[in-house]
């Protein structure tokens, strides 16, 4: 999960997935019947439609159980433009699915009693700068995301005097935290007095039999990488079949998420978690962490909604349950990768598949709907049907939105409902819009392509109240019927701070500051509330550690943003 999913936007796109799709059989011999035979067949034909629908260049899947690696299959393309196929062999960035990799390390050193896991971190690396007035935080807290620190920067701050910041106490509330993970590489390195790749080795992969798996990324693992993809204009909201461009190399070796695997080393893994533990090789089984610790790291410790409204958070794994049954869960995005991982405790069945490309979504349903297809051929009762996979501009109450809305210079904005679609009309064209979900819409058109059309009702609490306004930046329309204030005032400084931002980092890239209805937006969408210290809090819900601020103002502009402590520049651009 990366900063522009924080922000509620993603700035990614899909290439034209018309005739995109190859599949592959699964990569079994033809005798070999394969204990969840009757599953594949279902599953390919409900791959197919996801990535169809979803525009998605290739995929790689394994199925796997408590007895070992049950399927491979392989789909679409490593290359769209010369239509060379993925290879079962290729590497795919697993993204935070990597941060179950260093909670389990960590959990080890804990049954060796060489980490006490409510100990204050600060007692074991006595360098980190924290600013808080709260309690200490702890491995614990890190673990579970709910240390209170924001999520985005980089452990080391550029400002020599700069601090992270805790916005409220330890343990509190959950807030999705890629920084904690890479703090929690460092104590993994320091307790172990290793380097990240050797620990993950002597730990986990060769325990396992992880040949094929890179504990970090570099130049070094290009070649066996799949080819993978990501926006062509990657500062802006991605429309699901736009233009998609060759990612570039990347290093990674943080511990939120540097490790690249194949399908059958990530099925080992699938194993292993099925096993609650234990690994098994060539008949031996060994556990690698005790029952105790393997309880602490998949129990609920928190609430974690931004997986799902059922889901909880364990210790680098989200915790949740399926049709009554216990899941351990995660998902994995990259700059141009998205993966999930599914593993059915009770039943000792699970699935991770990965796809080459970064376009806003992770292929949740198709790891759920495998394991629901193993579940049940596993019980011999009929298989169930495919979950639906909504296209791209379904919108559920598109009725909702219709209607002519007008800003206060008398610029129009004409939105018509056709059954579960909305339409944007502008300029003698019915331009299609895509749900983004929580009343904001894509608009895969140029002159609309900065950012999201944002929509407002008249009660934001009252989900069935109409819909009375849209915004689009700094552009503001509502109906005829809106009755509420039109003027509104803020503190004429917060002009000097509107603009675009950018880090040419990837993980980083542009964000745009708005002014609408007397509130400054990141790219429109995300609020920000003004602190007593002259920073402001980003508002994504009431748990959101992060913060920005506004420097180097100069002819009557803003220069320079620190996000959560990490500088983003002004370009003069739209």
């Known amino acids: ?33 394969g204990v ?16 169809r629908v979803m525009n998605a260049p290739g995929m790689t899947l394994v199925l796997a159980d408590r007895e070992g690696i049950q399927r491979v299959a392989t789909y679409g393309f490593s290359d769209v433009e010369t239509k060379s196929l993925i290879n079962p062999d290729q590497l795919f960035q697993i993204g935070s699915i990597s941060k179950s990799f260093v909670a389990l390390c960590l959990l080890q050193l804990h049954d060796e009693g060489k980490l006490d896991l409510e ?11 924290i600013e808080s007035p709260y309690e200490p935080i702890t491995t614990h807290h890190l673990l579970t995301h709910t240390s209170g620190l924001p999520g985005t920067p980089p452990v080391f701050l550029s400002d020599p005097a700069g601090k992270h910041r805790a916005a409220y106490a330890p343990g509190k509330q959950f807030h999705y935290n890629n920084m904690a993970f890479t703090l929690l590489g460092h104590l993994l390195m320091s307790l172990d007095a290793g380097a990240l790749p050797e620990i993950y080795r002597k730990r986990i992969f060769d325990p396992l ?9 570099t130049f070094d693992q290009r070649d066996r990488t799949a080819k993978n993809y990501f926006a062509f204009q990657s500062d802006r909201p991605f429309a699901r079949f736009a233009k998609l461009s060759e990612a570039p190399a990347i290093v990674i070796t943080s511990a939120a998420g540097c490790i690249a695997s194949t399908p059958h080393d990530m099925g080992l893994y699938v194993q292993f978690l099925a096993r609650c533990g234990e690994a098994s090789r060539v008949g031996a089984a060994k556990r690698l962490l005790s029952e105790e610790s393997f309880a602490l790291f998949s129990r609920a ?28 869960r995660h998902t994995g995005g990259m700059i141009s990768f998205a993966s999930a991982l599914h593993v059915d405790l009770d039943e000792g069945v699970g699935a991770f598949v990965s ?13 759920q709907y495998a394991i629901q297809l193993m579940r049940a051929q596993r019980a011999r009762k009929p298989l169930p049907a495919p979950p639906a996979v909504k296209s791209a501009t379904d919108a559920e109450n598109a009725a909702d939105y219709a209607g002519t809305y007008q800003s206060s210079d008398g610029k129009t904005l004409v939105l018509a409902a056709e059954g579960r679609q909305l339409f944007l009309l502008h300029q003698q064209q019915r331009i299609p819009l895509e749900n983004a979900e929580d009343g ?11 950012f999201v059309l944002a929509s407002g009702r008249s009660d934001a609490k009252n989900p069935k109240s109409p819909v009375l306004e849209v915004g689009w930046g700094s552009d503001w329309y509502v109906k005829s019927s809106y009755s509420g204030p039109k003027t509104f005032d803020y503190p004429k400084e917060w002009d000097t701070f509107v603009g675009h931002y950018r880090n040419e980092n990837n993980w980083i890239g542009s964000i745009r500051i708005v002014l609408r209805k007397g509130q400054l937006l990141i790219d429109g969408v995300t609020a920000l509330a003004a602190q007593s210290d002259g920073t402001f809090r980003t508002q994504t819900d009431e748990a959101d550690t992060e913060w920005i601020s506004f420097h180097d103002v100069v002819d009557g502009s803003a220069q320079r943003v620190k996000f959560s402590g990490e500088d983003l520049w002004r370009v003069f651009a739209p």
Do not use: C
């Not at 290439?15 to 033809?30: C, E, G, I, N, P």
């Open 1 to 33: 999960m990366h900063r522009r999913e924080f922000l509620g936007t993603s700035a990614t796109a899909a290439v034209s997935s018309s005739k995109t799709f190859y599949s592959l059989d699964a990569l079994t011999r033809a005798d070999e019947p």
């Open 36 to 51: 969840y035979k009757s599953a594949h067949k279902p599953l390919d034909r409900f791959v197919e439609q996801y990535m």
């Open 119 to 129: 100990k204050p971190v600060r007692d074991y690396l006595s360098w980190l700068r």
């Open 209 to 217: 039999g992880m040949t094929a798996t890179e504990p970090v990324i």
């Open 301 to 328: 410790h928190i609430k974690a909604e931004e997986f799902g409204p059922t889901a909880s958070y364990g210790y680098g794994i989200a915790v949740d349950t399926l049709d009554g049954h216990s899941i351990l």
């Open 355 to 367: 796809i080459n490309a970064m376009q806003g979504y992770r292929p949740n349903p198709v790891a």
């Open 440 to 450: 904001n819409f894509v608009a895969p058109h140029p002159g609309f392509s900065r």
